[in-house]
């Protein structure tokens, strides 16, 4: 039955600038699937200046915290939820 079920929410770049309302995101998704979903919707680089891949993670504001990539929708998210992608940034990018 949850499989059917659907979440509205919120999504939202780090500055707050790029503002997303996501519609019917299937309860059975992971959060990975939807981050996939999301970065070319909201027009999100995929590599950094230089060149390398980002890695974006999604932070659930109700709870404060980083969401899994492997977490079901339908067990984390709620509708009205709002989630920020974050970019995974390496320490020690190695500037000389």
Do not use: C, W
Not at 1 to 24: C, H, I, P, W, Y
Not at 41 to 48: A, C, E, I, V, Y
Not at 57 to 85: I, P
């Amino acid at each position: 039955m949850m499989a059917t079920e659907e979440v509205d929410l919120q999504a939202s770049d780090v500055s707050g600038q790029k503002l997303f309302n996501v519609r019917r995101v299937s309860a059975g998704s992971t959060v990975g699937e939807l981050i996939e979903g999301l970065l070319p919707k909201m027009s999100m680089p995929r590599n950094d200046v230089e060149g390398r891949p980002l890695t974006y993670y999604a932070l659930l504001e109700r709870e404060g915290r980083h969401l899994q990539v492997s977490e079901r929708v339908g067990d984390v998210l709620k509708t009205g939820d709002k989630v920020v992608l974050q970019p995974n940034i390496d320490a020690g990018g190695g500037h000389a």
